[in-house]
């Protein structure tokens, strides 16, 4: 089954050779690309409803620039796939790219075809996204785990409202066996915890081939950025400061939920047609 997209694909590329490359080949990928030269035209552009932006973001722009351009593209086009690619490629940046909701980050150099996937990926995850129900993060289970029993509460009581199932755990030594019987959505953990902390038990997870995916987001009071290197080194998909803001937590945890649902149908889809 040969995938094409109906809709373009909006492109704001200042680099040439690439825009070129792109444009060249997206015919044979079914994809078709306009390619938009300025920050302003891109705005008004994006009226037209791609099914996914691919941003090219120069590194001789300023940071702050980048970011708020990503944040307006996000408040227009909300279910929209928003692609970067960039030179800078600190963990800094990264996180910052991440929580505005970017789904891909490609980094330099990097080859048409990994962005032409990348590409196909985003815009088949958002068709599913538009067939399947508004949040599939109804009724998923999420394990919590915190030593602080206050902080266990707190955590629940902010989440079971939205129709989260919730397993509480403060024992980290029960923390294996309770994964197991659970079988948890998403997976909420302290970063610092007696016996073990919650950088052990990120490894161990993602040492089981069983729960490579499973969506973990750490808790830590800790924002330096030796401590967030060591959480993502860890393997967990995100953290959450301290003191938490509800918001902020529910919107994190949903949209992983989501996310690796939405990833799960993608896989299942790929085996039904071959590809």
């Not at 949903?254 to 790929?270: A, F, G, H």
Request: glycine share 4%; charged share 20%.
């Amino acid at each position: 089954m040969e995938a094409r997209l109906t809709d373009p694909v909006k492109s704001k590329i200042d680099d040439q050779s690439l825009s070129n490359q792109l444009k060249t080949e997206a015919m044979s990928w079914g994809v078709r690309i306009e390619v938009v030269s300025n920050w302003a035209i891109a705005l008004a552009v994006i009226s037209q409803s791609p099914q996914a932006v691919l941003l090219n973001l120069n590194g001789q722009d300023p940071v702050e620039n980048s970011l708020t351009l990503l944040q307006k593209l996000k408040e227009q086009l909300p279910t929209t796939p928003i692609l970067v690619i960039t030179e800078q490629d600190n963990l800094t940046h990264r996180v910052a790219v991440s929580r505005l909701g970017v789904q891909r980050f490609l980094h330099k150099p990097v080859g048409t075809a990994e962005i032409f996937e990348a590409i196909r990926e985003a815009s088949s995850l958002r068709l599913i996204a538009q067939v399947l129900p508004k949040s599939q993060a109804s009724q998923a289970k999420v394990m919590i785990l915190d030593d602080d029993p206050i902080a266990l509460e707190l955590l629940s009581n902010l989440l079971q409202p939205w129709g989260l199932r919730v397993k509480t755990l403060q024992d980290p030594q029960q923390f294996w066996e309770v994964l197991t019987t659970v079988t948890p959505d998403l997976l909420l953990i302290d970063l610092e915890m007696p016996t073990y902390s919650g950088v052990d038990l990120c490894r161990v997870v993602r040492q089981d081939p069983k729960w490579g995916n499973l969506p973990i987001l750490v808790v830590t009071a800790h924002t330096d950025l030796e401590s967030i290197q060591q959480v993502f080194a860890a393997g967990a998909d995100d953290f959450i400061g301290k003191p938490v803001v509800g918001p902020e937590l529910v919107t994190r945890v949903i949209s992983r939920i989501d996310r690796s649902r939405l990833q799960q149908e993608l896989k299942t889809l790929k085996r039904r047609i071959g590809t």
